[in-house]
Structures are given as structure tokens and as C-alpha cells.
């Protein structure tokens, strides 16, 4: 069986295979049913990635066991290894785990001793959220059907966004042209191998997907969150009134969620016609049942 760690080590025709498997299951298709056991461990608080796996698992019948991070025997000084061997041990067949470190999944995969679970990465620090990912090419794929040839803007916290990165490589390797605009001190040198940095309103209205990204309190500095507006941010890089009126008509709004309502868009366009937020979240589920087969198929 397989592990999804990382969205970008899949070969083209794998994705492809699993935005056309989570859009058939949304369409009705009867997913796989198999006798499997799954665990959940969030180490970063989660609404939508969380309850959208608890419902991917739910609609693929599997069992699942119920363990807090928070009060395991982790906080005893267990390792997140011992911790997955014990779980293996005793029957679990995959692990969906989210963590604030990124990469967290590198060592485990060298580990030897004991077999693991399966794993799915459900976001690791800033690094990756390949789940994210995939039902974002879900919700690409189903306005378009194609990826190749879009112009596609990327708005925000690109530096502490795990989306932002599994997203602009993907996009990138499957021939969307990439835009990236946000604060100078939130750019990543490295992201210029996926698209260049623009003017938020350069090129505004050619552009066919605009994807903003949550402000990241959590991750930036003290003096950042003390200096920051959310008035001043949501004019220089947020979806305004203006903004939202100059886009082309077949263009469509996207956002990981949480939202920050009139910070990186504004409250009354968080639904808007043209928005797909909300189908974001709804393309979650089917994107994780995909995922979930997925690793428990043979290779």
C-alpha cells in the first residue's frame, strides 16, 4: 500500500487519476468499501481538514479510532514513531496526521523495526498540505477542465502558507502561468521558480482563478502582528468591491479557509457568484475519499 505525502512526488497521470476519482464520487460513484481502521492525530487545531476527513471515512465505511494528541501518551515523551508502531500494532491500518513540522513524515519513512500505518499528511508546518492541494485542482478542473494555459493568481501569506506552496508547484508542473502578489516581507525567493511576483492588480482581469491566502498570526513575528491592519492589508491586498467588479466574468475567487472577513476578502464576497470557497469545502470530502483509497490500494 501507498503513503500521500506530498502532492508533487506523484506523477502527472497518478493526480490526474485522483481528481478524476474524487469528482466521479461526487458525481454518486459507489466508493471502494474495505475493512479498514484509521486514526486522526492533529497536533495543530483543524476545523475543515479535520471534519473533512472524519467525513471521507465515514462515507468509505471504515472504523476509526478516537486518540487527542493532546492527551496521549506523547505528552509523556513517547515519540510520534513509538506512538504510529503501537497504533500499527494494535490494528490501525492508516494514520492521517496533521503537525507543525514540516517534513515531519521524513524520518518515519526510514524507520525500521516495526511496520507503520499508512500515512496522509494533512499539512505539515509551512511546508505542504497536499490534501488541500488536490481538492483545489478538484474545484480547477471542474470549472475548466484543464489546468494548462490558465492564468492563475496566488494573494497573500505566501511565506508561512503550506497551501501556497503545494499549490504554486503543482499548478506550475501542470502547465498553469503562476502570479504570486502579497507584502515584500511575506515573499519567498524560491517561489520564482513557479511564477513571478506582480502588482495584486497588474494583469487583474486576465486572470481566470485568483487564490487568496489566510494571514497567518500564528506564524509571523510579534512585531509583525503588532504592526499589522487589517484595513490596510484588505485595500493593498485584499478582494475588494472594485477588485471583484474589474475580474473577467468566467474568473473564479478561492480561499483555504479559515476566512479573515474583510482582511484578505471582503465580507459581503466571501459568497459571491463568482466565489468557490464553500465548494472548496465540499470537493474536500471527495478529494480525501480519493486520497484514502488511494493509499490503500496496492501499488
Not at 506512538?83 to 525500521?112: F, P
Not at 486572470?207 to 487568496?212: A, E, P
Request: charged share 20%.
Amino acid at each position: 500500500m501507498r503513503n500521500f505525502l506530498n502532492i508533487n512526488t506523484l506523477s502527472e497521470q497518478n493526480v490526474f487519476q485522483l481528481v478524476k476519482r474524487a469528482i466521479a464520487l461526487k458525481s454518486g460513484d459507489t466508493p471502494k468499501r474495505l475493512p479498514i481502521t484509521a486514526v486522526n492525530l492533529f497536533f495543530e487545531n483543524s476545523t475543515r481538514t479535520y471534519s473533512s476527513f472524519q467525513m471521507a471515512e465515514n462515507r468509505l465505511n471504515w472504523q476509526k479510532i478516537i486518540i487527542n494528541p493532546q492527551t496521549s501518551s506523547m505528552t509523556k515523551g513517547e515519540s510520534l514513531i513509538d506512538t504510529l508502531k503501537t497504533l500499527k500494532a494494535i490494528g490501525v491500518d492508516v494514520a492521517v496526521i496533521r503537525h507543525s513540522q514540516n517534513a515531519w513524515y521524513k524520518n518515519l519513512l526510514t524507520a525500521t523495526g516495526h511496520d507503520l500505518p499508512q500515512l496522509v499528511n494533512a499539512g505539515d508546518g509551512s511546508g505542504q498540505h497536499p490534501s488541500q492541494s488536490l481538492l483545489d485542482l478538484v474545484t480547477i478542473y471542474e470549472e475548466f477542465g484543464r489546468f494548462k494555459g490558465l492564468n492563475i493568481r496566488i494573494v497573500g501569506d505566501l511565506a508561512h502558507s503550506r497551501v501556497a506552496r503545494s499549490n504554486a508547484e503543482i499548478l506550475n508542473n501542470l502547465g498553469a502561468t503562476l502570479t504570486f502578489s502579497g507584502p515584500d516581507s511575506w515573499r519567498p525567493d524560491d517561489f520564482t521558480t513557479f511564477g513571478s511576483y506582480t502588482d495584486i492588480d497588474n494583469d487583474w482581469s486576465n486572470q481566470d482563478v485568483v487564490m487568496f491566502l489566510r494571514v497567518q498570526h500564528e506564524r509571523i513575528t510579534q512585531t509583525e502582528n503588532q504592526s499589522f491592519s487589517s484595513r490596510q492589508y484588505h485595500e493593498q491586498f485584499g478582494l475588494t468591491q472594485d477588485r471583484y467588479e474589474r475580474l473577467k466574468n468566467t474568473a473564479i475567487i478561492m480561499h483555504p479557509a479559515p476566512v479573515n472577513r474583510d482582511v484578505e476578502i471582503a465580507d459581503e464576497l466571501v459568497e459571491a457568484p463568482q466565489s468557490r470557497i464553500f465548494e472548496q469545502m465540499t470537493n474536500g470530502v471527495f478529494a480525501r475519499m480519493a486520497i484514502l483509497e488511494y493509499v490503500t490500494e496496492n501499488d
